[in-house]
């Protein structure tokens, strides 16, 4: 199965999430803050225009400019320039180089370039919104400090341009630079579900990139802090119906993750809950499309992790109808030949299991 990001929906600017804005020293005294960073500001009658990013960024173009790393290729988080060539990159992709990535200069040292961090932020901060005031006439010159000016999402989905962001950085991993992408994510959807109320969109996003944080805290360590964000990831997904595929998948994964994090940290029988919750998940799933060989493979993957875990606790011979059945499925899973990924799936799934088995016939 595909994974579909819950974010590739088409944007309309009163489902778009909002954020509360608060005044810095030297902001714009009437409140409207923040502006682009390079001066481009979008006039009065916003419906005259298709607004676009000034550097090119948007959710489905891969795109490098100057407010990027070279190196994680997502925008700057934690700028540190080299010293003495002063080329700038995040901190956590440079720290681990000697020579300049870019000009191959003996990096002396680094320092922080708190101007550009700033001009990244508020670029972050703006990005893919347009000035809106609640002002029935459109032809008044001035937005007086009194009125309410909101922002809102019209050239994009910010939360794509967000998500996209954080991957790039995973991958390299960046992962503060991850987390901080996503955070301010969630801070948007969940303005956006105090404003609208949580429909299944919202939901589903927002339970996408709570996982998405979990991940990154359990890349730097943080697992009670993982086991946090997934299990509001579970609370959010299990509002949703549960006959789309792919929010059921993510909803299995997110247990399983919380389940590995136990198992990690000794509590077996925790451990055991959250995987049988996720096979419970994964069952219904395969009974619903009983023709789609992904779901298949995903309960013998539960199947799996149930079972090792029962071994572990000492029910042995449970652990072992467990292994059975998973080995059953798999072996019964007919795929088609373009069906290359799966299959290659299915025989490490399918290897692992009889391995179990045959673990059991050599004691």
Known sequence: MKPVCPFV??????????R???????ADPAGVSPKCPFGYDAPADSGAISPKCPLGYDSQTFK???????????????CAKCVPCSHVFCKACIWRFKDCPLCGADIESTEADPNLQSTVD????????IKRSHVENVDKEEVSAKETVIYEDVSLERGAFL?????????????ESAKSRLTLCAEDIRDQIVRTGSTSELCSQLGAVLGMLGDCCRAIGDAPSAVTYFEESVEFLQKLPADDMEITHTLSVSLNKIGDLKYYDGDLQAARSYYDRSLNVRRDAAKQSPDVPSQILDVAVSLAKVADVDRSLGNENIAIQGFQEGIKLL????????????????????EFLKNQLAEKEAK
Request: include cysteine; charged fraction near 25%.
């Open 9 to 18: 929906k088409a944007s309309r600017p009163e489902d778009a999430p909002s």
């Open 20 to 26: 509360k804005h608060q005044k810095e020293p030297g």
């Open 64 to 78: 490098l400019g100057p407010l990027s790393c070279m190196l994680c290729q997502a925008l700057l988080f934690d």
């Open 122 to 129: 508020r670029f972050i901060e703006g990005h893919g919104r």
């Open 163 to 175: 998500v996209q962001q954080a991957m790039r950085a995973f991958r390299a991993q960046n992962v």
């Open 331 to 350: 072996e019964s899973l007919t795929l088609k030949s373009e069906d290359i990924g799966l299959e290659q799936r299915r025989q490490s799934v399918l």
